[in-house]
């Protein structure tokens, strides 16, 4: 029987759904309005596609949208004072500030200068280090997408063999800390990984964000495993077009895995998704309140 394929659009839009719920009640109840400020520094265009999508997202979530815009020869003392700025703006419980920055501005130093608890992308070491310790934290967008879109097939994952392939701060390593968390037994491999196809056939639970087009074949995966396909490559089709694809085969798996994410409209979905859920959830702990999320 084919796999199940995990439609990220629909599990989006009910954590979208959920996000507007619990915005209006907590204007409702408690006058509190959540804003979320986004920085985009240069023109880059599929940034300025991210931050133009990001900002329809909040405002049709009812939260304040406020854009920030820095020219690309800025310096990074301006982008510096900025975030500074919007550390102290009590109308601001989010700061994401869109990456890659240009090359005059350190991107560590940036991250570092937010303040941990408007960290909605959660890349602060602050909120990192929280995450690996089990402690509340802000958790980065796409790994909490990951834990859902997963949780959603499978509710309890306690004593399940996980394979992350990718190490990446903003994917790899906190995927794996959040599986950590579920009680699975979790293999962090990466390109390097000695005989990688036999490490991913033990995956109950295979994640794929290695960045590679195609590199997990069907052969790879254990009949049955719930397969997370991470990637989001571009690649030419011999008829000379363009298109996105995972780093999963996905015809090949799709006849072996229990359930599938699919490459367009599987994870990349949950990204703003999940970004919403955090600056709402960002607003309520800096003023003591829980939120239904």
């Known amino acids: 029987m084919p796999a199940r394929?995990?439609?990220?659009?629909?599990a989006a839009g009910e954590l979208t759904a959920a996000v507007g719920a619990e915005v209006a009640r907590l204007g409702r109840e408690h006058g509190l309005v959540p804003g979320l400020a986004v920085v985009l520094v240069g023109e880059d265009p599929a940034s300025q596609v991210y931050v133009r999508n990001k900002a329809r997202e909040t405002a049709a979530a009812g939260m304040r949208s406020?854009?920030?815009r820095l020219a690309v020869e800025a310096g990074e003392a301006e982008l510096l004072a900025l975030v500074a700025r919007l550390n102290v703006d009590p109308g601001v419980h989010g700061i994401l500030v869109q990456l890659p920055l240009?090359?005059?501005?350190?991107?560590?130093?940036?991250?570092?200068?937010?303040?941990?608890a408007k960290d909605v992308d959660g890349f602060h070491p602050i909120n990192v280090g929280r995450l690996a310790t089990g402690q509340p934290a802000l958790v980065p967008c796409t790994p909490l997408?990951?834990?859902?879109l997963v949780k959603g097939v499978r509710a309890d994952l306690a004593g399940l063999e996980a394979v992350v392939i990718g190490r990446s701060n903003i994917v790899g390593k906190p995927v794996a800390q959040?599986?950590?968390?579920?009680?699975?037994?979790v293999t962090m491999a990466h390109s390097r990984t000695l005989d990688l196809p036999s490490v991913a056939r033990r995956a109950d639970?295979?994640?794929?964000?290695?960045?590679k087009p195609g590199m997990v074949r069907g052969d790879w995966i254990k009949p049955g495993a719930i397969v997370i396909d991470?990637?989001?490559?571009?690649?030419?089709?011999?008829?000379?077009?363009?298109?996105?694809v995972g780093d999963v085969a996905f015809a090949e798996a799709l006849d072996v895995a229990s359930a599938i994410t699919p490459v367009p409209g599987g994870v990349g979905p949950m990204t703003i998704a999940c970004l919403l859920r955090n600056t709402v959830?960002?607003?309520a702990d800096a003023h003591g309140l829980a939120v239904n999320l």
Not at 5 to 10: E, L, Q, S, W
Not at 230 to 244: A, D, F, M, Q, Y
């Open 5 to 10: 394929i995990i439609d990220g659009k629909i």
């Open 66 to 68: 406020f854009e920030h």
């Open 102 to 116: 240009p090359k005059q501005m350190d991107s560590t130093k940036v991250i570092a200068a937010i303040d941990p």
């Open 145 to 148: 997408g990951v834990m859902l």
């Open 178 to 185: 959040l599986l950590l968390a579920e009680s699975c037994t």
């Open 205 to 211: 639970i295979l994640v794929a964000a290695a960045g």
């Open 230 to 244: 991470v990637g989001i490559n571009r690649v030419t089709t011999p008829e000379g077009k363009s298109k996105l």
């Open 281 to 283: 959830k960002a607003a």
